[in-house]
């Protein structure tokens, strides 16, 4: 027997028409989809919905996708490749407020996220926080990334 709540369910609020509902998804199962008119009647529909999946499968002699692990460690290092326009715009905005380029852009990324940095009262270190700003925009978008010229190659940052 499976144990359905190992599986990584994400429950969302959404507007279809006029009407409130919450949908529920399956990151193993990607084609499951639950539609509940409250946050835990979503969650209990995706949960039957492992479940009748799973009895199917073992039915069929397949075997059933396993519960994704949870990856707690991550290095903190991030490689991307921009546009040197932009490179060079987050370069200038950087210097403009008298801070690192990496600093800068871990601010933008944390406030796109939702969060912000927040020093803890125990302790020296630095933690992400929820953000109210965030809260009262939800759903909108905050970053919008300006692309360089099609023929421009792009610079590396390197976000450490």
Not at 122 to 139: V, Y
Not at 145 to 160: E, F, K, T, Y
Request: hydrophobic share 40%; net charge negative.
């Amino acid at each position: 027997m499976i144990n359905a709540h190992a599986y990584n369910i994400t429950v969302r609020q959404i507007e279809a028409d006029t009407q409130v509902l919450f949908e529920a998804r399956v990151r193993e199962l990607p084609d499951v989809v639950d539609f509940g008119e409250t946050w835990e009647e979503a969650y209990g529909l995706a949960v039957d919905s492992i479940e009748t999946i799973a009895a199917m499968m073992a039915e069929q002699n397949r075997s059933m996708p396993e519960p994704a692990a949870i990856e707690d460690e991550y290095s903190g290092r991030v490689t991307l490749r921009v546009p040197r326009s932009l490179h060079r715009r987050l370069a200038e905005q950087a210097e403009f407020e008298s801070i690192s380029l990496n600093q800068y852009l871990v601010t933008l990324l944390a406030h796109g996220c939702g969060t912000t940095f927040e020093k803890s009262s125990t302790q020296s270190d630095w933690h992400l926080a929820k953000s109210n700003e965030f809260q009262k925009h939800r759903g909108k978008r905050h970053l919008e990334v300006i692309s360089g010229n099609n023929n421009q190659s792009g610079g590396w940052l390197r976000i450490a």
